[in-house]
């Protein structure tokens, strides 16, 4: 739930750390291929107790400030030891053995984490929902 003040916005319930994947895929990859590999990333998340959410898009280039990245994947959950457990995980490890050879090499990922924070304390700070 969402709470609202004069001076900032307030998760209430469980802290959120977002891990963001940005990828290419092979240019010569068809789109079939491309569509198991969201599927497989999807069953991945949901296979992996720690995930508490998993979304994923595809770039609208109405910008192109891109940089060559077409699909986003966004996994979510409550605490750094919950992105542990899912980049320690065994099924993480089989699903990159599957999913590396469609992508670019792995040195042309974006990867991104960070705690969600939302609305503005008034110092100039956000309120960061995440713990540890």
């Given at each position: ?14 802290p ?22 969201i599927?497989?990333?999807a ?9 508490k ?54 040195e042309?990922?974006?990867l ?21």
């Open positions: 739930m969402v709470v609202s003040t004069k001076s900032a916005v307030v998760l209430q319930g469980p959120v750390l977002k891990h963001i994947v940005f990828v290419r895929f092979n240019d010569g990859i068809s789109d079939e291929q491309i569509e198991k590999s599927k497989d990333y069953n991945l998340a949901s296979a992996i107790e720690a995930v959410g998993f979304g994923w898009g595809k770039h609208n280039p109405v910008q192109k400030l891109n940089h060559g990245y077409i699909y986003v994947f966004e996994i979510s959950f409550e605490s750094k030891d919950g992105l542990q457990e899912y980049l320690q995980s065994p099924t993480l490890a089989e699903f990159q053995d599957k999913f590396l050879p469609f992508c670019a090499s792995r042309e990922w974006l991104w984490g960070y705690r969600v924070c939302l609305g503005f304390d008034g110092v100039g700070f956000g309120k960061q929902v995440a713990s540890g």
